[in-house]
């Protein structure tokens, strides 16, 4: 790739969108060569410890056996320590919204591990006035995850808005350092700091998503991308039409009240339905 100095500009009349091209390609190639400098990093690591257990006298285990690919094609350490955070709002809607259908957690749990170390895995639920998630609480604890949980009070403040974005953002930073990977699973554009400041400090960061509700910039800033699809999804498992236009009123009415002054309206969220056939699965 040809790459230039913004000073070699002045005078021959490139436009600001041209210099911001350029910025963007070489952006791209930086993060290109990051990540092969990352790859070739944890196989001279590998390297050194072959040659060690070779002098010691010890087993000495082949890259092969050492190595998972990922559906991209990276190379991933079977000895990398994974956390996984899950806003289980978004995904619940993502799920709804594009399949009329419900997230399998379990399954998600082992497509996203893939013989790595689950170091954490964490899920994050918004629990509103009437609403009994004790059921749903506890299918996910019986599959690997820690719960955390958020009680939304009939209070209209900016402090009451029912997401984890700063919660998440938290208990990553927090887990940096025990971690090699951070899987955040949610399409939500306002992680891409979190994803930077995650990367910065020499993680990598996957997301898991669908692909149609995933943010563009999120996609692009990510080491990699978990496209979800209807793999991860409850079998024979669907919304009612009817309901569901009558979830959607409930839930928009929702959205607009907790931004405003007007007492909230009872929504409807992933406790509310039916968990049986997740717990079947297992």
Same mark, same amino acid.
């Given at each position: ?85 899950? /806003? ?68 209209? /403040? ?17 887990l940096s350092s025990k971690i090699d990977v951070a899987i955040l699973v949610t399409g939500d554009g306002d992680f891409v700091p979190l994803v930077e400041?995650?990367?910065?400090d020499g993680l990598r960061v996957e997301i898991a998503s669908f692909r149609e509700t995933t943010s563009a ?59 049986? /056939?997740?717990?079947?699965? /297992?």
């Amino acid at each position: 790739m040809k790459t230039r100095s913004p000073f070699e500009s002045e005078g021959n009349g490139d436009s600001v969108e041209d210099l911001q091209e350029r910025v963007s390609e070489l952006e791209e190639e930086l993060t290109r060569q990051r990540r092969i400098h990352q790859t070739e990093m944890e196989l001279g690591l590998e390297a050194m410890e072959r040659l060690q257990k070779e002098k010691s006298g010890g087993p000495v285990s082949t890259p092969k056996t050492n190595m998972l690919v990922s559906v991209d094609g990276h190379e991933l350490s079977a000895t990398q320590r994974v956390g996984i955070f899950v /806003d289980v709002q978004n995904m619940y809607y993502a799920a709804r919204n594009l399949y009329q259908s419900k997230l399998e957690f379990s399954k998600l749990l082992r497509h996203l591990v893939r013989g790595r170390n689950l170091a954490r895995a964490l899920a994050y639920i918004v629990e509103r006035p009437g609403m009994e998630q004790n059921k749903f609480i506890e299918v996910l604890r019986r599959n690997g995850y820690e719960v955390r949980k958020r009680v939304v009070g009939e209070r209209n /403040d900016s402090a009451n808005r029912g997401d984890w974005n700063i919660g998440i953002a938290l208990d990553a930073l927090a887990l940096s350092s025990k971690i090699d990977v951070a899987i955040l699973v949610t399409g939500d554009g306002d992680f891409v700091p979190l994803v930077e400041k995650l990367t910065m400090d020499g993680l990598r960061v996957e997301i898991a998503s669908f692909r149609e509700t995933t943010s563009a910039e999120l996609y692009h800033t990510a080491d990699q991308v978990h496209i979800l699809d209807e793999g991860v999804l409850l079998s024979g498992t669907h919304f009612q039409p009817a309901m569901e236009e009558e979830e959607e009123e409930e839930e928009e009415e929702e959205l607009v009240s907790s931004r405003s002054r007007r007492p909230l309206r009872r929504a409807r969220g992933p406790a509310e339905e039916d968990f049986d /056939d997740e717990e079947d699965e /297992d």
